[in-house]
Nanobody, 115 residues
Framework: QVQLVESGGGLVQPGGSLRLSCAAS????????MRWYRQAPGKQRELVAA???????NYADSVKGRFTISRDNAKNTVYLQMNSLKPEDTAVYYC?????????WGQGTQVTVSS
């Protein structure tokens, strides 16, 4: 079974940084695109960043220049480095992969940006 496990969330002050990790198992990790989504209370889940199997990246306009997605195929892990955090970044962050037409999600990790 595909499993995704996020970690690294927490409480930070505006302007601070966090690094999220997503450890994947149950798939040939290196061949799949990986994505980070987030969902704030009462809002739709939104795509934050994506990285292809070849290492190409895409970002939501709201995080461009502040967040960096990367992957370590040897560790079956995708990362989201979040810098210059803003209160509007507060959300539950989810790791996602699509495999054989099905979307798989991690349990989510809470990121709270507050002074």
């Amino acid at each position: 079974q595909v499993q995704l496990v996020e970690s690294g969330g927490g409480l930070v002050q505006p302007g601070g940084s966090l690094r999220l990790s997503c450890a994947a198992s149950g798939l040939t990790f290196s061949t799949y695109a990986m994505r980070w989504y987030r969902q704030a209370p009462g809002k739709q889940r939104e795509l934050v960043a994506a990285i292809t199997s070849g290492g190409n990246t895409n970002y939501a306009d709201s995080v461009k220049g502040r967040f960096t997605i990367s992957r370590d195929n040897a560790k079956n892990t995708v990362y989201l480095q979040m810098n210059s955090l803003k209160p509007e970044d507060t959300a539950v962050y989810y790791c996602n992969v699509d495999r054989r037409g099905l979307a798989y999600w991690g349990q989510g990790t809470q990121v709270t940006v507050s002074s």
